[in-house]
């Protein structure tokens, strides 16, 4: 090949335009340069549709009459021979086009009117793939085609391939880079809109987690109700008692009639009425005390030191009227002097989630002679373990884990909720940084331990 020729594919081939994605811009670069090359005015590009029927010129420069853009089509159906050739994939090379199989078609419609004497088209492929040529004509006096002019043109060619890559690679870019700008936008509306959805399932969680509070309360109420009307009304009538007695002895001291027998008599009528009213009372009052200790310790999130032992038979205390109109026997035994830094709350609700939920689901369909719910409290070495154990029906172990899931309960017609045992869950692990285990069987009862470490408040 001569060195012209060779220094201008050099040049073509280091050209910065190949390689950047702008198609446009080298494929003048190439026409240009096989004008330069071969000496010629007029070379274009032309490239098949997706069916190889047809073929589209995609620029065409033509210096002799200050042309570069010509939107010409060539059907397969009208020049048949032409496309004929082209199906072999190889160069044309028609020293006079007039007259060459391959062009003469084109003599009377294009060649002559454009004094077009000789043409030369190579193909350019892409991928392996033939998709159109670079048709390089000569104007004027016919020319024969050099073998170095042939290989020239077709390196060109190769060229325009590879500068449709990198236009491909260019818009496949673009395209990620617009897929991931929109997949960042999708990624942001889709975080809207899940954390709009978050807020709405704790929003309902919460009124749920509500709901269970309220109902558990609601038993609460009612069995305390029902437990400090008995001492009020024992008070009521040892009152009622004594203020008749104190009607009597004052209506004899009015008549002269009181004696030193009657006075100490009503003495000992009265002190022991007014000592079993004030027993009761005492014991309404204490009842009211706790209870009203533990539901505000529930609504409450506030850490603070507390000895267990006092405070879980203080938790314990409302629950009993409960348990007691269930006929269930609540046995306490909790260590003396362990102390805890956390929320009491939380403890509170947690004794009070476990007793309820053996209340309600561990005596249906049992046959002991005493239905008992156990509450134990140990220290070891630095945690505490608080168990709570019922000697129910027990539950299978395929269900174990369902227990702890969220709106899993077989008293659904009863109005459970399934959130009792999931909010403990919760309150456990998440609040107290403990470990919560169950044990159980058919038949043997039910065990529920809840291990803590002593300084258990976030």
């Known amino acids: 090949m001569k060195e012209a020729l060779e220094l201008i594919l050099l040049s073509v081939g280091q050209s910065p335009d190949i390689d950047n994605g702008e198609l446009s811009v080298a494929t003048e670069l190439i026409i240009n340069s096989v004008c330069k090359g071969l000496n010629i005015t007029r070379a274009g590009i032309w490239l098949y549709d997706d069916t190889q029927s047809s073929i589209r010129c995609k620029l065409l420069i033509d210096k002799g009459n200050n042309l570069d853009d010509e939107s010409l089509v060539l059907s397969r159906t009208d020049f048949p021979q032409y496309f004929a050739a082209l199906d072999a994939e190889r160069s044309i090379a028609a020293h ?16 002559s009117p454009l004094n077009i004497s000789s043409m030369l088209d190579v193909p350019i492929r892409h991928r ?5 040529i670079i048709c390089c004509e000569h104007q004027g006096e016919g020319r024969t085609w050099h073998d170095d002019e042939i290989v020239f043109a077709a390196s060109l060619a190769d060229l325009y391939g590879r500068a449709v890559s990198a236009k491909e690679r260019s818009d496949y870019e673009a395209q990620l880079v617009e897929a ?11 975080t809207a809109e899940l954390e709009a959805t978050l807020k709405t399932l704790e929003g309902a969680q919460e009124k749920l987690v509500e709901s269970e509070k309220m109902a558990a309360l609601g038993n609460l109420v009612a069995g305390i109700a029902h437990e400090v009307n008995t001492p009020l009304g024992i008070a009521l009538t040892s009152v009622s008692s004594c203020k008749e007695e104190l009607q009597t002895i004052y209506q004899d001291f009015e008549n002269e009639e009181l004696s030193e027998d009657g006075f100490k008599e009503f ?28 539901s505000a310790d529930q609504t409450s999130l506030e850490i603070e030191e507390f000895v267990l032992d006092e405070y879980i038979h203080s938790v314990c205390n409302p629950l009993k009227p409960m348990l007691k109109k269930e006929q269930i026997a609540l046995d306490i035994d ?16 947690l004794l009070t989630n476990l007793i309820s939920n053996a209340q309600r689901h ?35 172990d395929s269900l174990h884990k369902k227990v702890f899931e969220p709106f899993y309960t077989t008293a659904r017609d009863k109005g459970g909720t399934g959130l009792g045992m999931n909010i403990l869950y919760n309150l456990v692990t998440q609040k107290l940084n403990g470990t919560i285990d169950l044990a159980s069987a058919p038949g043997e009862g039910t065990s529920v331990t809840i291990t803590l470490p002593m300084v258990s408040g976030k």
């Not at 060459?100 to 003599?107: G, L, S, V």
């Open 96 to 111: 006079d086009a007039l007259t060459h199989p391959a062009t003469i078609e084109f003599a009377e419609v294009y060649l």
């Open 128 to 132: 392996g793939k033939m998709i159109g």
């Open 180 to 190: 991931n700008h929109t997949l960042e936008q999708k990624v942001l509306e889709r």
């Open 267 to 294: 003495n000992e009528v009265c002190t022991e009425g007014l000592n079993l009213a004030e027993s009761n009372l005492l014991r309404a009052a204490k009842l009211v005390q706790d209870f009203k200790r533990t």
């Open 334 to 349: 909790v260590a003396p002097d362990i102390t805890i830094t956390a929320c009491p709350g939380i403890v509170a609700q």
């Open 362 to 396: 561990a005596f249906s369909d049992t046959n002991n002679e005493v239905n008992k719910v156990s509450v134990k409290c140990v220290k070891q070495n630095d945690m505490i373990e608080l168990n709570v154990t019922d000697n129910g029906k027990g539950i299978p």
